[in-house]
């Protein structure tokens, strides 16, 4: 490490963060192709983040590639930085981020839009594509953010559609040749985006209505109108890191992650990634036994945690289960799931994942009538909820976390009310069936606030006001009847901020740019959120927030993301939509296919 | 009781003593080689180390105390099997049976590594020689009851300066690894606090060696 270097971080706090030399990190040496592998948050989370890990194994695995890890430096390092004039670097070698041929971002949260422009900045390489003329410091963009990657097409050379561990060594050896052959940007831009899953955002022109809405999408030069998004077909061979970098420092999932399907049977109308992910593939136990036993061997971490959109819906979970017990218990591993459904909950479930360690329980109902959760498709029923935690609490367990979302499409006082009278009918079930009542019983409630995202069939629908979001909160809080239940809920002004970006379009990038001049940082973090700097950059470039946020779409308008396919048909949302508007459910995937489309991309196989 | 002789050197001097502790046990596990674990709920492996490391400072002398359990590989395998498991900067050097116990240390012996970017390394040389030299050196320094005045001279059993080059002095010390214990940044601080013109524009610590009463290497 360099002196320099070091000195800095004599001055910021956790210092782990910013030096490398964890355990299976890679460094390879005189690549023809180097890509800098940039996560816009801290190292705690970047390195929580399972694509980044099996996207690095995926470009490192290539012969003549290297691919290193660069993150954001808190507000800290960041200071010292820029005052010792030391540029970003990725961590495996300390080489400047600026020498790299592929700058490439995982994009998976709206917030850290800023954090990309500081990063390319503190890089020392032009925030604007168009200011960066040759093909060195390419920069791509993948992660859920970019199925609407528009406020970004100021500065992002190339988005990566969908799963990147066959497009994006299709990407790199394109590159390869290009740069071998000493092509300009432009032809490169060109031949990526034929590469399918590739949109390359300067080969659209997009002109506007005088009302603010979208005129036309036009592809230039001859690219594809539609870009349709990449997935891997066969999961069982698909590349997943058993040798996965264990970090020096603690990081937010310090664990092995297990991810047993891709996709989500259940078509809740909010969930962006219920859509995006489809169509619905899974692996086999024999894979992810073989897999977990490899990645607990090779971290010598001591905990496993399953991890899919929903993964009590796993066809074979209590092979799996049964299986992952036979090799975790006599280690004395432990078994974690992220949350359940609580509609197929079980006790022998239940008793899988405590066999080892006891942690508490976490349910979504999103929502507190039955009313609502049927508009949003939850299909999950009161009794269901109820049975749930009256079975967890026999079980000896004393900590229940319920999750809501306030302000989804439809809801009213009465539904909100709903929910404190659910959490007290959770606590009465804690009454009546607790088998140790001499510990007590922690019931969390908490909330956050919706936010319409792209590809769900509310992407045309209104975000409530901030005010009114307040409002219901207060409701809430105000309909709690007693003490023995806690009340979080989540800050308006992020998810309103949120909900501008997610649905904006390309006169956005000014907005983010203007935010990032007057400091945005960071602004997943409430330490350093500052909303009114965001609001006086939405003002500075006469921008205004609610027509992103709070203006409900018309079904017939032209939305910015109109140019990507993510398999499931507009046409799919539209029906989605009106069946919410009569508080009626859809099936799940199993129980009847409402023939979404997504099975297009995996050759009519969906859910097998 | 089974000992680790290792070293804590290079990216390695940025992990915490408590990321330490996680990652030894890890790798063992990742080693494949079992170890004694606490009984309990959450049970977690039985390691303790001599003397916690600060964050920044390198060693080439740490010692940690764990259990073999019994049908384990041998203890002369043992380093190479767990260096092939420990990130970059950890290398274990030894592994042996421990014969004594860690109360038995008395002093650590350092190098104190001062740069100074205006040179001037064989002034500095001098002044650092004449400071040491003094029977009483105060600093405001913190105590089990907050900061305090205290005079660390009784703390540091031997000290002594040498230029090496225009820019750095070498500083070696031995200080008391007994109550009272004195991290050898002390020397840092006594500079920094009582000859402010003398203060490095940065400094590097390396942990040499331990030392039990009669001043011999502890193992």
């Keep these: 490490m360099e002196e320099k270097l070091e000195r800095i971080l004599r001055k910021v706090q956790k210092p782990a963060r910013y030096t490398g030399g964890e355990l299976n990190q890679i460094i390879k040496e005189n690549c023809g192709v180097n890509v800098a592998f940039c996560f816009p948050d801290l190292y705690e989370i970047g390195m929580s983040n399972l694509g980044m890990r099996i996207l690095y194994a995926v470009m490192n695995k290539m012969e003549d590639v290297s691919c290193q890890r660069v993150f954001a430096p808190w507000t800290d390092m960041e200071k010292e930085m820029r005052e010792n004039d030391v540029p970003l670097y990725a961590l495996e070698t300390g080489k400047p981020v600026k020498e790299f041929d592929i700058i490439a971002f995982t994009l998976g949260y709206e917030m850290a839009y800023s954090q990309v422009l500081n990063m390319l900045d503190l890089a020392g390489v032009p925030l604007h594509a168009a ?20 406020p970004l097409a100021d500065f992002v050379d190339v988005f990566s559609l969908g799963e990147g561990e066959e497009a994006l060594p299709e990407f790199i050896d394109l590159y390869r040749k290009a740069k071998n052959e000493g092509w300009s940007k432009k032809r490169f831009l060109r031949a990526a985006a034929d590469i399918e899953g590739f949109y390359v955002p300067s080969l659209y022109d997009i002109s506007y209505n005088s009302d603010g809405t979208v005129a036309a999408i036009t592809p230039l030069d001859g690219a594809p109108a539609v870009i349709t998004k990449r997935i891997v077909r066969d999961m069982d061979k698909a590349l997943y890191p058993t040798d996965m970098i264990v970090p020096s420092m603690e990081i937010v999932h310090d664990r092995v992650t297990l991810e047993l399907f891709r996709g989500c049977i259940r078509g809740c109308r909010f969930c962006q990634a219920g ?10 136990v024999e894979t992810l036994l073989e897999q977990a036993r490899e990645s607990l061997e090779s971290s010598g971490y001591q ?58 329980l976490t349910f979504a109902p999103e929502a507190g009538s039955q009313r609502l959760r049927d508009a949003i498709n939850k299909n999950v029923r009161e009794e269901d909820v109820l049975n749930a935690c009256r ?28 929910i404190a009278e659910l959490a007290f009918k959770v606590l009465r079930e804690w009454k009546m069936h607790a088998s140790n009542k001499a510990r007590g019983v922690r019931i969390t409630v908490s909330t956050s606030f919706f936010v319409p995202k792209p590809h769900t069939p509310y992407q045309w629908e209104q975000q409530i006001t901030m005010e009114e979001y307040e409002r219901r909160c207060t409701l809430l809080k105000d309909s709690m009847r007693t003490k023995a239940i806690g009340y979080n809920w989540h800050d308006g002004k992020t998810s309103y901020l949120e909900a501008a970006l997610a649905r904006g379009d390309r006169r956005l990038g000014k907005v983010i740019e203007k935010a990032w001049e007057l400091g945005a940082r960071l602004d997943g973090w409430s330490e350093t959120f500052d ?7 939405f003002s500075e470039c006469g921008v205004d927030p609610d027509f992103y946020a709070t203006r409900e779409r018309g079904e017939d308008e032209i939305l910015p993301w109109d140019m990507v396919f993510v398999g499931v048909n507009k046409e799919h949302f539209k029906l989605e939509r009106s069946l919410s508007r009569k508080d009626r459910l859809s099936p799940d995937c199993r129980a009847g296919c409402m023939h979404c489309g997504a099975d297009c991309l995996n050759g009519g196989k969906c859910d097998e | 009781m089974n000992r680790l002789l290792f070293e804590k050197t290079g990216r390695a001097a940025y992990m915490s003593h408590l990321d330490l502790m996680r990652t030894v046990p890890r790798a063992f596990m990742r080693a494949g080689v079992a170890i004694k674990h606490t009984e309990g709920f959450n049970p977690h492996a039985f390691v303790s180390v001599a003397m916690p490391l600060s964050v920044y400072q390198e060693s080439i002398c740490e010692l940690l105390n764990f259990e073999l359990l019994p049908g384990e590989i041998s203890l002369e395998q043992l380093p190479e099997k767990l260096n092939s498991c420990l990130p970059e900067g950890i290398k274990v050097l030894k592994a042996y049976d421990a014969r004594r116990p860690f109360k038995q240390i008395e002093a650590l012996e350092a190098k104190i590594t001062l740069t100074y970017d205006r040179g001037g390394a064989a002034e500095k040389t001098e002044a650092l020689t004449e400071l040491f030299g003094r029977s009483q050196l105060v600093i405001n320094k913190k105590t089990k009851s907050g900061y305090k005045d205290t005079d660390v001279r009784p703390g540091i059993k031997s000290v002594s300066f040498a230029a090496a080059g225009e820019n750095i002095v070498e500083c070696l010390c031995t200080v008391s690894a007994k109550e009272p214990v004195l991290n050898p940044e002390a020397v840092v601080t006594v500079i920094n606090t009582l000859a402010p013109e003398h203060a490095p524009d940065f400094y590097r610590i390396m942990r040499l060696s331990l030392r039990d009463a009669e001043g011999k290497i502890f193992e």
């Design chain 1, 131 to 150: 200011d960066r003329h040759g093909i060195e410091n390419i920069v791509i963009a993948g992660g859920v953010c970019v199925y609407n990657g528009e």
């Design chain 1, 303 to 360: 905990e496993v945690s399953l991890s899919s959109l929903s993964s009590s819906d796993y066809r074979p979970l209590a092979d799996l289960c049964d299986g992952l017990l036979e090799y975790c218990e006599p280690r004395k591993t432990s078994l974690s799931l992220p949350s359940l459904r609580a509609d197929n909950f079980s006790v022998e479930l239940m008793e899988k994942v405590q066999k080892v360690r006891k942690s508490g």
């Design chain 1, 391 to 418: 079975v967890a609490f026999e079980g000896g367990w004393n900590q229940v976390k319920l999750y809501f979302m306030l302000g989804l499409p439809t809801e009213t006082d009465e539904d909100v009310v709903a």
């Design chain 1, 275 to 284: 859509y995006v992910y489809r169509p619905v593939r899974s692996k086999s």
């Design chain 1, 531 to 537: 909303f009114d700097l965001w609001m006086r950059a």
